[in-house]
């Protein structure tokens, strides 16, 4: 009968219930032997995939799947921007790429590292310390105050910027406003994500889910709106979709606001509203495992910016042919990000309960499932991409178009090549991620991106004119780009197979409760 009803035990999202303390079934991390300590074992990286128990794909699904349709979302959020923007003038399209990178690149250092709360959330309710997570977003929203502020101070240095990488014509000026707009109000897209992590971390996705497509919607009705109607003291085109974009933003960190405090386990259980105060220990501990997350993020997205920044240098077929290609990757290669967050927060809640077995079944899982989309997505770059490549046309004459097409779709191969490697290497440093080995994340991101994207990328723009044929100097770019995913992906399931994760402590099981004084 014992038999019976422990293989009945079912991960507590599988019932609808926030996630909740699990009991340790594996032994320790690391153990003493004649007063040494002996590593923690290999991890196993691939096994054949469960649907059952509480790692199983079902379990996983349940928490995942709210993730990746939120991510799905934003996802097309960002491609509807960009087709509305193309409509309204090819310029426009172009330089929304290159402002919304460069956005991207300077918030996501703080806004990653904020995010990383969920994290702590997950191992702090695992280790059956469920009265500090208020304490923990109170800390993550003093720190995303402090990165609005230091976004803002950014803000009037985007005209000089566009300008200093060699951008002409009216380029600047649109990507200047688009980015001085963004950079301003980012303390909304930083409330938000700090908010979240209340509910992230426990597991209730459906309500992140309904949170961000009400975002969402507000940001695409008011992107129809604004982009091609001057509103008072908004312009149209740039400024109104971000305008639209930030609104979005906040209309979801209050919403979120608005959850927590209507939560009636909110104060109870997990002590919100108790603390507000700052707390330099705490707020140093979740920088100390947060921040290092946050350069990781940040030196990919760098590097990708750099990227898009340098293929400009071999034409602007090459650059329009670059953003079509990075523009249907992003619509279809961010809804994984969503799985890789969804294994961090259950890799998370399992470590807090040293439940380590568990943390490799659905590490694996989440490989499986990962694999399968990407190779789909594979086959809608091989096969059809035409139809989604068709929506950013615009204006663009026939003969035009087809060669912007021609050079998107062997852009589009390169993409294919890499799109596997990337599943993998989503999937292990999410686990890594949850575990807290976030240093090894970031010194790897931070040795390859050096090594094999941002020096060759700058290298090759400097030698751009000794390229007889553009395109050759382009093609040289992508295959670093993709070089770069496969490093990465290796060295990620390299670090987690070794193991050493296991013997992270995020929690710290020697401190006293955070919330006692």
């Known amino acids: 009968m014992e038999r019976r009803s422990s293989r009945r035990r079912r991960h507590p999202l599988v019932r609808g219930a926030s996630l909740r303390p699990i009991v340790s079934v594996s032994p320790p991390a690391a153990v003493l032997k004649d007063g040494a300590a002996v590593p923690a074992p290999r991890a196993r ?22 993730l990746i349709m939120t991510s799905a979302v934003h996802s097309v959020n960002l491609f509807l921007d960009r087709v509305f923007l193309a409509m309204y003038s090819r310029d426009a399209f172009t330089a929304a790429l290159q402002s919304g990178m460069m956005s991207w690149t300077l918030l ?73 707009v963004l950079a301003t109000g980012a303390v909304a897209n930083l409330l938000n994500a700090a908010l ?9 996705t459906m309500l992140v889910l309904f949170v961000n497509v009400s975002g969402c919607l507000v940001n695409a009705c008011l992107n129809v709106w604004l982009i091609f109607t001057p509103i008072w003291i908004i312009p149209a085109g740039m400024v109104g979709a971000a305008v639209a974009t930030l609104i979005g933003a906040f209309v979801g960190a209050v919403l979120f606001a608005v959850f927590i405090w209507a939560d009636p386990s909110a104060r109870s259980q997990f002590g919100m509203f108790a603390r507000l105060a700052p707390n330099g220990h705490l707020m140093w501990k979740m920088l100390r495992f947060g921040f290092p997350s946050g350069v990781h993020a940040l030196i990919d997205t760098l590097g990708f910016a750099v990227f898009l920044l340098v293929v400009g240098k071999f034409g602007y077929a090459a650059q329009f042919a670059s953003n079509l290609a990075m523009n249907l990757n992003l619509l ?33 899982n989440a490989a499986w499932l990962c694999l399968v989309y990407m190779l789909t ?39 294919a090549f890499y799109s596997t490697f990337d599943a993998m290497l989503l999937v292990y440093s999410g686990t890594l991620k949850g575990a807290g080995d976030t240093q090894f994340v970031m010194w790897v991101s931070i040795i390859f991106s050096q090594l094999l994207l941002i020096w060759p990328c700058l290298i090759l ?44 402590d995020i929690v710290g099981s020697q401190e006293p409760n955070l919330v006692e004084d």
């Open 461 to 504: 723009a400097a030698k751009a004119n000794d390229f007889a044929n553009p395109n050759h100097g382009l093609f040289v770019a992508w295959a670093f780009c993709a070089a770069y995913i496969v490093f990465l992906a290796f060295f990620n399931v390299w670090r987690y197979w070794r193991g050493g994760w296991k013997t992270i």
């Open 196 to 204: 979240s992590c209340y509910f992230i971390g426990r597991g209730r």
């Open 377 to 415: 997505v594979t086959g809608i770059y091989l096969f059809i991409p035409e139809p989604l490549l068709l929506l950013f046309r615009g204006t663009m004459a026939e003969a035009e178009w087809q060669a912007m097409l021609g050079l998107a779709k062997l852009l589009l191969l390169v993409v």
């Open 108 to 180: 996501i250092l703080p806004f990653m590292t904020v995010s990383y709360t969920a994290t702590f959330v997950s191992q702090f309710i695992g280790a059956k310390r469920e009265k500090e997570v208020g304490h923990l977003i109170g800390q993550a929203v003093w720190m995303a105050l402090i990165g609005g502020v230091f976004m803002a101070a950014l803000a009037p240095l985007a005209y000089p910027f566009f300008r200093w990488v060699g951008h002409e014509g009216n380029l600047p000026k649109l990507e200047a406003d688009y980015l001085w």
């Open 332 to 364: 279809l290669f961010i809804p994984a990000v969503g799985l890789h967050q969804a294994v961090a927060v259950a890799v998370g809640n399992f470590c807090g309960g040293k439940d380590h077995s568990s943390a490799e079944r659905v590490t694996a």
């Open 45 to 66: 990286v691939l096994m054949m995939p469960s649907w059952g128990g509480v790692a199983g794909l079902r379990a996983l699904l349940v928490m995942a799947l709210p």
